[in-house]
C-alpha cells in the first residue's frame, strides 16, 4: 500500500468516525459498530490488484472518496454543531 494513500484513507476515516462519535452522543460503541461493519465489507469490494505493475486505479478511488467523505463531514458536522453551541451559549 503506497504510504500517501495510508495517509489519506486513515484521515478519511478519523474525520469519519469522529463525527460518528460526535454525533452518538460521544458512545464510543456507535464508532466500534460503524467501524466493524466497514472493516466486514473490505472483502467484498476489493481495491488493491495483487499483481506486480498493474494501475491500482481502484484504490485511488477508494482512498480519494474516503478523504473527500471524511473532509466534507467534519465540515458540515462543524457548521451544525457550531450553530447548536452558539445558540446553547446565548
Do not use: D
Amino acid at each position: 500500500m503506497n504510504f500517501a494513500g495510508f495517509i489519506m484513507l486513515t484521515l478519511g476515516y478519523s474525520f469519519f468516525y469522529s463525527w460518528i462519535m460526535k454525533a452518538s452522543g460521544k458512545k464510543p460503541l456507535a464508532g466500534l459498530i460503524v467501524h466493524g461493519t466497514a472493516n466486514a465489507f473490505v472483502p467484498v469490494f476489493p481495491v488493491l490488484v495483487m499483481t506486480l505493475g498493474v494501475a491500482q486505479v481502484r484504490f485511488w478511488i477508494w482512498v480519494s472518496l474516503t478523504l473527500l467523505i471524511g473532509i466534507v463531514v467534519m465540515i458540515l458536522s462543524e457548521v451544525k454543531f457550531g450553530k447548536q453551541e452558539n445558540r446553547i451559549g446565548t
